[in-house]
């Protein structure tokens, strides 16, 4: 008999699951979505107020309506008959570099700015640097500007949950991804470029700030995603002719009117 | 220029993306992940103690350690080089009847039950002739009875959750899909058969309910269990090695010791 | 240490790959990839003759244009940044009922009206009666009818080919595929509906004929399919921009031009 | 309207399909797989000689068991109750850098020693500074060497294809990726180290000689394999119990036993 293989991140035993060592039945109830996601991906229960930004950024990543990609991907399948798994997983293979890559990719630039920082010392010329040598390999750094969102309040709203959790009261490392990302803001102001950091430049300052893997980022797109795609693959199998031909503009939005959240 | 074709899901304006008609950014930190599913998958949301049932049923269904199908199809894939999303769509790919399935499956044996009791008057009679119609179809009843969780506190704690979520004070119809469910469990003890309703079963039970359309319950242990496929992916990708022969039976869990939510 | 278990498809020593008992260093070069796949497929090496015949359904499938779902999703998937395979998987999960199962759904039909024929005497009373439960049933027969070709001259080559392997000198089953399927063309005539026998009815009836079970009739349009799935996520890749809205419709051909087979 | 979008594969008319202008019912029984396979590719109808290596190649790569992270990908799907069109999906996901992937790594090492030998004069210096770039990188070069297989016969029966083919009577180009290849085996030889050119290598290297895109070499691989995934899917689904766990390794073949292509 070989060596068992190791995993680190659930045990089952008889009426008992535990994932990184707690019990689910205890976590059900008493831990928010939000907060298993974290435990999960990064192995520990966080408190409350960082499972509220989780939860945050989950709902930030929801949808965003019929025309991403990964949203046609799963109606064109769902379109010949497929079962809803069948349909999701063409929606999530949709997910990569250029639709939902850009929380992973802002990352890797807010660490490089932080590391240049931390060994030189400003944060603004570590910004412009990195924003040069972006330049010089002919990229763009992702997560900053929006094609259609110029002022994306969601933005705005991740930044503000990330104070109320007081996830920079504690910062004791300088400069924060938080730092890094008002800095490239900045770099590209003093050349002229209104770049302002998007939702995914947000999310990845966040998530840089709470400790977690870039390479494991773009999971939590697809966590969150995988529920709108859902509802658009289940949409298709019940209110659409199979085989349509499904036009990735020409569409309109005929659900609930706007309405304001009470509370 | 044709028609444009209509989707009631999310409407998507410049610095706006509404979700049933609530903006996203105004449900961020304010709703719950369950409850933007929810108000995904049925069009409203939900009262925070229904969103809490729906959080716990997510949580119940985040991982199943590395045996499931899904877990081995995502590792397997991963094992080769794969990308994290190209992995979870290979996990997810494996979410079908016979997996993850059995929530849909017992959500319409305990609609028929239901249809049967409305039409006939009595909920154990019912469910005895629903047993006996699955039996001469050849067909087990999906959710009830469990290879290995023979007590599954994931069940108890679930009905707990739902008691108090007052889901079945404001219960008009009758009977409910509890009481089918536990019509059912009566039928098979006096048959001489201990099958208990299992946490699939309990929650079919749950939805069906809260008026979920059976068709789109499997969606949600697609969305909970992405979560599980990206952790098991992703310790695929970064701790073992490439194109190893991934036993389904001969691991070890490594991680964490068990460990008391103080809550 | 469990019972090992069975596989009779492949067997690999050490310097020899054997596909159902034949080394495939033996068959390349001398079997053709149409052979190789009816050995896989079927269990048994045919003779060159019915080898020329599933290359000609192969080739029948190989690509169909930019519009069928699998090349949309194929390329909305590619367009994002996927790998080639990320992107060929998308497209066969397209492969569904209503795209590419035509085959399988026509040999169900066709099977039907052997069935009843060989019980009752009469391929044409047959062939009606089978019309008839698929009117009763609210279904349409599938191989018969096209929206676009309405004398597709694959259909006749392909008959043509089956003659050329003598595939009908031999039959001594009665009435054959090929008898089901001219009987249902008639029955339809003498409804007065002209619903020719379309590519995928006629490669389910010689499949049929030459012994295919249904079930894995789709599998060969896959394997078909999958090379024009390869090109077109390949020139998504190398042709196209990122994240393109690719319109279902409105595209133009700008191959090479028409140019005859001189053979 | 916005411009039509652009693609060189198929034009689809009434009544007619062309493939890079081919009609495909002309070429149904005159072109073999092989030949329409490099059609859609390349663009180019082959010879048949070259049509015959192309299925030979395909041939090739058309099954190797249980064991590969594709078959087993497959059959852990098509074990939950998928569709073929999904467990087939699933198999292709594992075909990536680690698996199928040595034949483009191998064209790309190839090419590189070309690169040089062009600049520079000779062959086998080239090959020997090709190994020393890749061994400064920490990486292998694919395509030599082989686990399982020392001697593989398919490797030598390649290249007595390729040269019936006369592929190498009219190679203008010097050297040859075949001349790469074999100063590559030297060289490696010169350092003691025996790493002969194994069947993915050998694949690169007619490939290479053809003219074909490196990019797209996977593709081929994909296109051969999907015919394995086929049979091994569908074997599970109608062989197998549902949900049973697949051992990656203790298994066995009970298929026809050894028997000898008499042609």
Not at 49 to 71: E, K, N, Y
Not at 97 to 112: D, T, V
Request: proline content about 6%; charged content about 25%.
């Amino acid at each position: 008999m070989p060596e068992p293989w190791p995993t680190a991140i659930t045990k089952i035993e008889p009426n008992r699951v535990a994932v990184r060592g707690y019990d689910i039945a205890d976590l059900m109830g008493r831990a928010s979505f939000g907060e298993a996601v974290h435990l999960l991906l990064t192995g520990d229960l966080p408190d409350p107020a960082v499972g509220r930004l989780i939860d945050a950024i989950l709902v930030s990543s929801v949808d965003h309506g019929a025309t991403p990609p990964s949203a046609l991907a799963a109606r064109t399948v769902a379109s010949t008959g497929a079962s809803l798994s069948q349909a999701v997983a063409a929606g999530v293979l949709a997910i990569n570099e250029s639709h939902g890559g850009a929380i992973e990719g802002c990352a890797h630039a807010l660490s490089r700015v932080i590391e240049i920082a931390r060994l030189e010392g400003d944060v603004l010329d570590a910004a412009a640097r990195v924003i040069d040598e972006y330049k010089a390999d002919g990229r763009r750094i992702p997560g900053f500007g929006h094609r259609l969102h110029t002022a994306d309040p969601r933005t705005a709203r991740l930044f503000a949950l990330a104070n109320e959790a007081d996830l920079y009261e504690e910062a004791d490392a300088t400069p924060t991804a938080l730092d890094a990302a008002r800095a490239l803001e900045r770099a590209f102001a003093q050349r002229g470029k209104a770049f302002p950091i998007n939702v995914d430049g947000a999310i990845a300052a966040v998530l840089l700030d709470l400790g977690y893997d870039p390479g494991v980022m773009n999971g939590l797109f697809i966590i969150a995603r995988s529920a709108g795609l859902v509802a658009h693959a289940r949409e298709e199998q019940t209110r659409m002719p199979r085989m349509r031909r499904i036009d990735p503009v020409n569409h309109t939005y005929d659900g609930p009117p706007d309405r304001r959240l009470e509370r």
